[in-house]
C-alpha cells in the first residue's frame, strides 16, 4: 500500500491499482478500517467472579487436585452438590493456566537445514549406504559408496555384510589417505543413520580434520547426489535381481562403479565422465569438443538454427541446498514520477549495479 500512496496523486487510483497489481476494493478498505468490536454482553446465566473463584478452589482443593473435572463433578454429584458443568470447570481451569496435556510427550528439535557449496573436487563428500539382495529372501549386503558432490567422483566404496560404523571409518580414512586430504579441506555430508551419527565416527572426523554434516530427518533431498548415483547404478542392466555370495556382489559392483567414474557422460557435468572433471581434464575436452562443433557449423550453417553452437561447460560449483534467490521490487523516482519495474534477483540486480 505503500506504493499506492506515491502513485495515486500522480496518476490517480485506477491506474495506480492497476499498475501495481492491486485489488480497488482492498484499497477502499484499507481507507475505511472496521470500527472496534464492541466487548461480548456478559451472559445473565454466566457464574459470577466468587462463584468461579470457589469452582477454582474446589478444583485445586486436596481431595480434587489430581482428578479431572468428569471426576470431580461425578463425586460432587454424589455429594448432594452442584456447582456448574464440567465445561464450565474446564473453562475456569484453562483462564487460570491449569489445563495442559498430562503426558510429558517429546518435543521434536529444530534441525537445521544443511547448506554446503563446492567449486573444486574434495571438497566436500557425500556418503551413504544402500541394501543389496542376497541369495535368498531376506539377506542383503551392504553398499557403502563416498561421492565427490563437485565431480560425482565416486572416491571410495565398500560392500559387506552388515552396516556398521567401523567399516565406514576405515573406508572414510583410506579415502582421505588416497586423495590426500589435508586438515581443514574437507566436509563430509552423509544422514542420520545410526553409523553416520555415532561417536566414533566424530572423532574420526575431528582426528583427520574434517568437518561433518547431516542431513533433516526424513529429507532425502538433503543427499540428493548420493540417492541420484544410487539409482543410476541400480538401473543398469549389469545389475542382477539378486547376488549368490558376497563376492558375486563385489565382482560386478567394481566394474560398474568404474563404468559410472570413467565412461558415464554425467548429464548433471556437461555430458562429461565424473573422472574427467575429478581429475582437471574438463576444460582440454570442452575445448576439443567446441572444434568439433565450430568445424560442423562451418559446413553447414543453415542446420544451426541458433546459432554457433556452444559446447558447455560443467558448472563452477555444486550445492546442498543451495540458498535462496531473493526477489525484489525496484522503484525508481525519476522527475517526480514513480516507474515499477519488474521483479528481478538480487543476484541480477547486483550485477547491474556493479556494470554501472
Given amino acids: 500500500?505503500?506504493?499506492?500512496?506515491?502513485?495515486?496523486?500522480?496518476?490517480?487510483?485506477?491506474?495506480?491499482?492497476?499498475?501495481?497489481?492491486?485489488?480497488?476494493?482492498?484499497?477502499?478498505?484499507?481507507?475505511?478500517?472496521?470500527?472496534?468490536?464492541?466487548?461480548?454482553?456478559?451472559?445473565?446465566?454466566?457464574?459470577?467472579?466468587?462463584?468461579?473463584?470457589?469452582?477454582?478452589?474446589?478444583?485445586?482443593?486436596d481431595p480434587f487436585m489430581d482428578k479431572a473435572p468428569a471426576q470431580v463433578y461425578a463425586k460432587l454429584l454424589e455429594d448432594g452438590e452442584y456447582l456448574c458443568s464440567m465445561r464450565t470447570m474446564y473453562r475456569v481451569l484453562d483462564d487460570a493456566s491449569q489445563v495442559r496435556e498430562r503426558r510429558a510427550q517429546r518435543r521434536h528439535p529444530e534441525y537445521v537445514k544443511p547448506q554446503l557449496v563446492a567449486t573444486a573436487p574434495n571438497q566436500v563428500w557425500t556418503w551413504d549406504t544402500t541394501k543389496l539382495p542376497g541369495p535368498a529372501k531376506g539377506t542383503y549386503y551392504t553398499l557403502y559408496v563416498i561421492?565427490?558432490?563437485?565431480?560425482?567422483?565416486?572416491?571410495?566404496?565398500?560392500?559387506?555384510?552388515?552396516?556398521?560404523?567401523?567399516?565406514?571409518?576405515?573406508?572414510?580414512?583410506?579415502c582421505c589417505e588416497q586423495q590426500r586430504v589435508v586438515q581443514g579441506q574437507l566436509t563430509v555430508h552423509a544422514d542420520r543413520g545410526s553409523p553416520m551419527i555415532a561417536k566414533s565416527t566424530a572423532q574420526l572426523y575431528v582426528d583427520l580434520g574434517i568437518a561433518q554434516s547431516h542431513s533433516r530427518p526424513h529429507v532425502s533431498n538433503d543427499n540428493p547426489y548420493s540417492e541420484a548415483n544410487f539409482k543410476t547404478i541400480k538401473?543398469?542392466?549389469?545389475?542382477?535381481?539378486?547376488f549368490g555370495s558376497i563376492e558375486h556382489a563385489r565382482a560386478v559392483m567394481a566394474p560398474l562403479l568404474g563404468w559410472y567414474n570413467t565412461v558415464h557422460y554425467h548429464t548433471g557435468l556437461a555430458l562429461l565422465t565424473p573422472a574427467d572433471v575429478h581429475h582437471g581434464r574438463a576444460p582440454a575436452i570442452v575445448a576439443a569438443r567446441q572444434l568439433v562443433l565450430d568445424a560442423a557449423h562451418v559446413r553447414h550453417p543453415e542446420r544451426f538454427v541458433n546459432g554457433r553452437p556452444i559446447q558447455k561447460s560443467p558448472p563452477p560449483a555444486a550445492w546442498i541446498n543451495p540458498p535462496p534467490m531473493d526477489q525484489i521490487v525496484i522503484a525508481d523516482r525519476i522527475t517526480d514520477r514513480i516507474t515499477i519495474t519488474d521483479r528481478i534477483t538480487t543476484a541480477d540486480r547486483i550485477k547491474e549495479v556493479a556494470a554501472h
Fill in 1 to 61: 500500500m505503500q506504493g499506492l500512496v506515491f502513485l495515486i496523486p500522480i496518476v490517480g487510483i485506477i491506474a495506480a491499482c492497476l499498475a501495481l497489481g492491486v485489488n480497488r476494493a482492498s484499497y477502499y478498505r484499507t481507507q475505511k478500517p472496521k470500527p472496534p468490536m464492541k466487548p461480548r454482553p456478559r451472559p445473565a446465566r454466566a457464574l459470577g467472579e466468587n462463584e468461579r473463584a470457589h469452582v477454582l478452589a474446589v478444583l485445586d482443593s
Fill in 147 to 174: 561421492l565427490d558432490i563437485f565431480s560425482r567422483y565416486v572416491v571410495g566404496w565398500q560392500i559387506a555384510r552388515s552396516e556398521s560404523a567401523k567399516i565406514a571409518q576405515r573406508l572414510i580414512a583410506a
Fill in 235 to 242: 538401473y543398469r542392466p549389469e545389475m542382477p535381481e539378486r
